[in-house]
């Protein structure tokens, strides 16, 4: 189990260098698997196409994000939690352009598996414990599929270069303000 989880890490580690430099069109099964020094066929037994490496690779990305500090305690209002996660990410792909485009295409486009729902699960969650300031209820749960919702389209918009950074980071303050400001 451990060499399998070491593999999948590397794996992962290659895409996110193949993708910080050349974003999505650069991520390439073969380009993955020979910087992960792996055969192809390896490399198709843990994920069957580009997208789902990347979905992985957005889900693990989310997944350290979550274990950097705890988004519950951060402050004391949903509101600024909220916008404290808000801040990291917006610094996560600013800093991070090609990689951010990478993940977000995979994440819009990527068949139903078994990696987009667990994606989504571990996005839906880290905005919900921040929203909660612990274990999210249902309702919370639900607000928090409608942020990751609206940051998903905004990310599509800034892929597309419909938006700037910036703009979205402006739009999902606004959505958090409009959506939480009196959660608690």
Excluded at 14 to 39: H, L
Excluded at 77 to 95: C, D, F, H, K, M
């Amino acid at each position: 189990m451990a060499e399998t989880a070491g593999r999948r890490d590397l794996i992962l580690d290659s895409a996110v260098a193949i993708a910080s430099d050349g974003g999505y069109d650069a991520v390439k099964m073969r380009a993955v698997a020979d910087d992960a020094g792996i055969a192809v066929g390896t490399l198709y037994r843990y994920f069957p196409s580009k997208p789902h490496v990347l979905v992985a690779v957005l889900a693990r990305a989310f997944e350290r994000l979550g274990a950097e500090r705890d988004w519950a305690l951060t402050a004391d209002s949903p509101q600024v939690r909220l916008g404290q996660l808000n801040a990291r990410l917006y610094e996560e792909w600013r800093t991070k352009p090609a990689l951010a485009e990478a993940v977000t295409r995979a994440f819009a486009f990527a068949s139903a598996s078994a990696e987009v729902d667990h994606a989504a699960a571990v996005i839906e969650h880290l905005l919900g414990v921040a929203i909660a300031g612990g274990e999210p209820t249902p309702r919370q749960h639900r607000l928090a599929s409608v942020l990751v919702d609206i940051w998903l389209a905004s990310l599509i918009a800034w892929v597309r270069h419909d938006i700037s950074a910036e703009d979205i980071a402006v739009r999902l303050d606004r959505s958090i303000g409009l959506m939480v400001g009196d959660e608690n």
